[in-house]
Structures are given as structure tokens and as C-alpha cells.
């Protein structure tokens, strides 16, 4: 399995209880959207191995505590500790994809759809469970929240992106 049809989600923190369970530190901006997830890919040496979930709660501040499939002692749990923790890309919920994204669209030209042009993206703050934005305008920054329907299109030849900000919320800065 190859990382580029993957998604980063977490790490994989301390052992859960003593028959096999692990508490996975979920980097994702809403872990509860995350509570079906059949299968994740864990990185061990390099590689991405399949593990199915055969139990998954939700614990608080982003902890899940999840067991896998053929994973039933401490022995064997302790061998994914500190192990990276990928899903299918098509299973990444649209905030984090906007997240993860982010990244790959510094330098990009953002068009809010109610006040045009705003400037380049210059950062991605990564704060947990809020990853903003940061847009150049005028000597000023702009800060954006990242939320499901921010981004509505991007266009890598003009290299610009299209997003729907809140009402108002871009008139805070603009004063």
C-alpha cells in the first residue's frame, strides 16, 4: 500500500486495557465523524498494513479507543504503539480533506463568493480541532475557520480557490 490514495488521521498513543486494545489519538477535526470506519492502515516499517476495527468508542479530547481484528493481547498491541494511522482518502470527512489540502494550496489565490478576491493563502494554522486559513489582504491577515462547505472549487491552472465564508465575517476584517 502506498501513501498517495491515503490519508493521515492519527497516532496510535497507548495500549487500552490489557487484551489488546489501543487508544488512537484521532488528528482530524471531528473524531465522531469517524465512528464507522471498518478498516484503517497502520505504518510499520514503511509500509501501510490493513487492520479491521472491531470496536471503536469514543473516549474525550480526540482519544478513541479501538481494537482490531486479530489483535487480542498486550503482546501483540504493543508492537503498533507510536504507529502512524492512514484511511482511504475517500473516506476522509470534507473539513479534514479541506485540512489536509490546505497545505497543498499555499500561494493560491482565495475568491470569497459574496467578496471577491482576498489574496493568497500564506499558512494553514494547524490549532486542534479549529485548523484556520491565513490570508494576505492588504498588510492584514484574515483568518478562516475551516468547516464542511467552506471550499467550493478549486482551479490548479489560475491557481485560485473559491470558498464561502460566513456572512460578515470577512467584513470584520475589511473595517
Known sequence: MHLKDKSY???IVKLHGYKGGVSLYMDVSNP???TSLQAVFIEIDGLLAPFFVSSLKHKNKGFVAIH???????????????KKV???S???NEVDETRFLG???LGYTVIDEQTGILGPLVQVLEQKGNPLFVIEKGGNEILIPLFEGLLLAIDEKKKEMLI???EGLIDLYLQ
Do not use: D
Request: a positive charge; glycine letters at 10%.
Open 103 to 105: 497545505h497543498k494550496l
Open 68 to 82: 482490531f481484528e486479530g489483535v487480542s493481547s498486550e503482546l501483540e498491541a504493543k508492537k503498533l504503539l507510536k
Open 90 to 92: 475517500g473516506e476522509l
Open 9 to 11: 488521521i492519527g497516532q
Open 164 to 166: 464561502n465564508t460566513p
Open 32 to 34: 465522531k465523524n469517524y
Open 86 to 88: 492512514y484511511i482511504s
